[in-house]
């Protein structure tokens, strides 16, 4: 908390710079978006408020998961610089699963991400730890909003395959790529399953010319498991494709397919329907992180909480009357 | 909802019943803690109000977690029935990481463990499907205190291994089983990973004796894994341990180690410490879930919800903006 550092900007200017795609203020905005101070979330949202367009959008968010170890970056590279070579401006966000006890972004540093990081058409944000257990928080959601604003038409969303995440990310993105390797058998299927249900494709990854055989066998399982699951979006029949980032094969036809998914999505009103969702959504968790906060920062609660919490742990007083008696507090007299 | 049922038992008579071991009146005060109708929760907590007992308790909450297909439900049977030949009563509960599309529970019906629900000290409840998504609902919690006031001294809470539900379970469980299969290699580690970290012990289980040497190179693996890994509790030195439901191999020394585990943490102060920050995290869960049904069933936020909502949704307002006009009417008007 050093004083003396530079003037924050104001969110006129903070609006300006995201409009001519200034990245300082970009990353800048990010971070008023993550912070957990008050005052910086109430203009990291006055900045919001003027800079989301309203109405359906023409961006594309996409959302990549898979396991640990299934090459999600080298593919989010590769896929990135595609996209940046067919004149689209991407930005690539990640949501973190922070593990309960150790923290660490997916991310990690851009140098796994070299090529596309110094790509002048090429944003990357690693992600902070949000603490959030595969965030429940809006934050990401909001990053993509900025990240729109800023004039980047395609949003990848990195997140590792552990269910949960992939709740959050489905709540936010248009499109979500599963990556799975040769040759993951039925080991992972308890937890693939959960995610390919959310999955609008899934990709064998690392389908390296050495290791086809074991990629079609794969291709093959993954294609069965699809077929015993709902389908997700009327219209769409998810695909399994083979994709090898280190032999850039497969990713143009990744691309394409995502855009005749956005194509076909658009016209058929999913994709419209999908983003109100989400942004009701949206609403809703804003609204709830805020009612929470306006509860513990009430005079009144603060005012009894630390005592109804020693009756409870020591025993005096049973969870479920303690909650009571500070739900009375913030309500009867805010 | 029939309405020419029986007359639901009155407060003093579920406590009652509960006290004497009632099954059936505890199935019925579950079922109230489970139900989303707000009496049924406000009558399920008087009873837990007057079930409760104050200051550190003598059972055991044990949370067993593993990727499907790892053995629980077998393991959690063996476990149980040795449990009551050593003249404990035991109860097993589920938590649900019920899918975002697909639900159904865990323990599914209860002929997976046909001896032990036939037991007259065990007691099994399959759980429902809670939608929550790997439950940041309390429920379980709560249905762990109305066993324990029914006499039950051991509780095994089973719950998948999917990441999101262990950080559940690691909240209001004393000592968490985690189970890995024979061969179970690196493919899940990054999953697992984040299970280590809440795991107190590991079993290699269905190491049949055709499987030992496979099972014991997992065994090797789990050591050095675990070896990674910050302590979770001073003066515990988290084992691998191999174990045979099949073939009763190593279950009287899981439970052993686990009473063991128990004695050394009551004696070193952790004990009382975790249950105390658990019950201290299960006020919070109920306040905010309380709080939520305060604020949408408030008439002011009644009153402009849908004016708002679809404001937000037209694009003529905001997400933050929105949310900020619905706190106020819930504040400005409570």
Redesign the interface.
């Known amino acids: 908390m050093t004083r003396n550092r530079a003037p924050e900007p104001t969110i006129s200017e903070f609006v300006d710079g995201l409009r001519s795609g200034n990245r300082q203020l970009l990353s800048k905005a990010i971070t008023l978006v993550e912070s957990s101070r008050p005052e910086h979330e109430s203009m990291a949202?006055?900045i919001?408020?003027s800079c989301?367009?309203?109405?359906s959008s023409s961006t594309i968010r996409i959302g990549i998961t898979g396991?640990?170890?299934a090459g999600k970056s080298t593919l989010i590279e590769t896929l990135g610089l595609e996209i940046v070579r067919q004149g689209k401006r991407v930005a690539v966000l990640a949501i973190d699963?922070s593990?309960?006890?150790?923290r660490g972004s997916i991310l990690g540093d851009k140098s796994r991400m070299e090529k596309l990081s110094a790509h002048s058409d090429a944003f990357i944000r690693p992600s902070a730890s949000s603490g959030y257990?595969?965030g429940?928080s809006p934050r990401t959601h909001e990053t993509i909003l900025l990240c729109e604003a800023a004039g980047y038409e395609v949003i990848l969303v990195e997140t590792?395959?552990?269910?949960?995440s992939e709740?959050v990310v489905?709540s936010m993105v248009d499109f979500i790529l599963l990556l799975i390797?040769p040759g993951?058998g039925d080991?992972?299927?308890?937890?693939k399953?959960?995610i390919m249900?959310?999955a609008d494709m899934v990709a064998v990854n690392k389908a390296d010319s050495g290791r086809r055989t074991l990629a079609e066998i794969s291709k093959a399982d993954a294609e069965s498991a699809l077929r015993l699951l709902?389908e997700k979006h009327p219209g769409w029949n998810r695909k399994v494709m083979l994709t090898s980032a280190l032999e850039d094969e497969g990713i143009s036809e990744l691309w394409s397919t995502i855009l005749h998914f956005s194509e076909t999505m658009r016209n058929n009103g999913v994709w419209e329907t999908q983003r109100?969702e989400q942004?009701?959504l949206?609403?809703y968790t804003?609204?709830?992180d805020?009612?929470?906060r306006?509860?513990y920062s009430h005079p009144a609660v603060k005012g009894i909480k630390h005592s109804?919490?020693n009756q409870?742990?020591?025993?005096?007083l049973?969870?479920?009357?303690?909650?009571?008696k500070?739900?009375e507090a913030?309500?009867g007299k805010?």
Chains 1, 2 share one sequence.
């Not at 989301?52 to 109405?55: E, F």
């Not at 080991?187 to 937890?191: S, T, V």
């Not at 409870?312 to 005096?316: D, I, M, N, P, R």
């Open positions: 949202h006055a919001l408020d989301i367009s309203p109405g396991a640990p170890g699963p593990s309960s006890r150790s257990l595969g429940t590792v395959g552990v269910g949960q709740i489905n390797l993951s080991d992972l299927q308890g937890i399953r959960g249900e959310i709902p109100r942004l009701r949206l609403l804003i609204v709830e805020r009612l929470k306006e509860f109804i919490e409870v742990l020591s025993g005096s049973s969870p479920f009357s303690g909650a009571l500070l739900l913030f309500v805010s």
